[in-house]
């Protein structure tokens, strides 16, 4: 058993990328989660009068449904989704859309291979009968 497929494996650009992005992502993660936790959540708590989300919680009967720690989840969701979203989706297919190949408006006649529009019927330079393309 030799070692070759493993070391291509590994070697290969998409595993590398796949190994940036996960470094990123944590690294972005403990930025979003510092933001909301030391910033967003007192400015909130200052508004709403309460100093910590994670320790907001239901009373029914005897039990108790802690929410707080899910706000602060959903927060963080929203400005990481908000960000990749504006930051990296958007500016993504605006310039894909600039440089995105135009689709043709032409094709060649099959048989003296002049362009011709595709939805003709007749090529204009050999008269050949031609089935419009849409």
Same mark, same amino acid.
């Given at each position: 058993? /030799?070692? @070759?497929? $493993?070391?291509?494996? &590994? ?8 190994? !940036?992005?996960?470094? #990123? ?40 449904? /802690?929410? @707080?720690? $899910?706000?602060?989840? &959903? ?8 960000? !990749?979203?504006?930051? #990296? ?46």
């Amino acid at each position: 058993m /030799t070692m @070759g497929g $493993f070391k291509k494996f &590994l070697l290969r650009g998409n595993v590398i990328e796949l190994a !940036v992005a996960v470094v #990123i992502g944590t690294a972005f993660t403990a930025i979003v989660n510092s933001f909301v936790r030391d910033l967003l959540t007192p400015a909130i708590s200052a508004i709403a009068g309460k100093p910590d989300f994670g320790s907001l919680e239901l009373q029914i009967g005897s039990a108790s449904i /802690t929410y @707080g720690n $899910f706000l602060n989840a &959903l927060v963080s969701f929203l400005i990481v989704a908000t960000v !990749v979203y504006f930051f #990296i989706v958007r500016p993504y297919e605006l310039l894909m859309t600039r440089f995105r190949p135009t689709e043709k408006e032409t094709r060649d006649c099959p048989e003296c291979l002049t362009e011709v529009p595709k939805a003709a019927t007749r090529c204009s330079a050999c008269t050949t009968q031609l089935t419009p393309v849409s």
